[in-house]
């Protein structure tokens, strides 16, 4: 099964404040991989399919970027709403894998 | 609008069974594959199981392999997961969620989840 890690667990930050997470797999995924946040007590919502594609309706702040075992999805500016946990997901093959999941707090 | 809505969690004795459902509306069913997701109190996303479109391909996690069997029925526009043997582990609340495609893609629309407890 692929692996997936994401650092940091947890990060601290402001609002309007430039914020990368990293996500990385055990083996190339290529861009077999999408991004979600999840609020308390709601079901996640896709940010980002296909490593770099932003899904509609998500705000253009969100971007996605890289391929084979490393990715990051950088948030241009927070927004209070985006305080939130971050999962990543890849897609290349049965088993599908999450990530342990990114949670952004306030600072 | 796309919906998806599960229904038939609840408490169950470890050893026990129980099926879920998922019924789907506001899409063409049959065009897509269609998973479930669980997610135990306070933790992380774990999929569980996929099934493609025809219903002929079934896919599911180690942790739940020989356990739990997916299924769909299109006349009925509904998603099913045969949870048996059931384990304290496997208390989570679970998502019924629906690829992009009819590929293995990600998870475009999900339900709000229904709560299995697995207790004595």
């Known amino acids: ?73 950088t948030i241009s500016s927070l927004q209070p709403d985006d305080f939130a946990t971050y999962y990543c997901q890849q897609y290349d093959s049965y088993s599908l894998t999450f990530g342990p999941g990114t949670k952004v707090d306030i600072k | 609008e796309v919906q998806l809505l599960e229904s038939g969690g609840g408490l169950v004795q470890p050893g026990g069974s129980l099926r879920l459902s998922c019924a789907a509306s506001g899409f063409t069913f049959s065009r897509y594959a269609m998973n479930w997701v669980r997610q135990p109190p306070g933790k992380g996303l774990e999929w569980v199981s996929s099934i493609s479109t025809s219903g002929s391909s079934t896919y599911y996690a180690d942790s739940v392999n020989g356990r739990f069997t997916i299924s769909r029925d299109h006349s009925k526009n509904t998603l099913y997961l045969q949870m048996s043997s059931l384990r304290a582990e496997d208390t989570a609340l679970y998502y019924c969620a629906k690829f992009r495609s009819a590929n293995p893609d990600a998870f475009e629309i999900w339900g709000q989840g229904t709560m299995v407890i697995v207790s004595s």
């Not at chain 1, 609002?15 to 990368?20: H, I, Y």
């Not at chain 1, 991989?33 to 919502?45: E, R």
């Open chain 1, 1 to 73: 099964d692929i692996q997936m890690t994401q650092s940091p667990s947890t990060l601290s930050a402001s609002v309007g404040d430039r914020v990368t997470i990293t996500c990385r797999a055990s083996q190339s995924i290529t861009t077999w991989l999408a991004w979600y946040q999840q609020k308390p007590g709601k079901a996640p919502k896709v940010l980002i399919y296909h490593a770099s594609s932003l899904e509609s309706g998500v705000p253009s702040r969100f971007s996605g970027s890289g391929s084979g075992t490393e990715f990051t999805l």
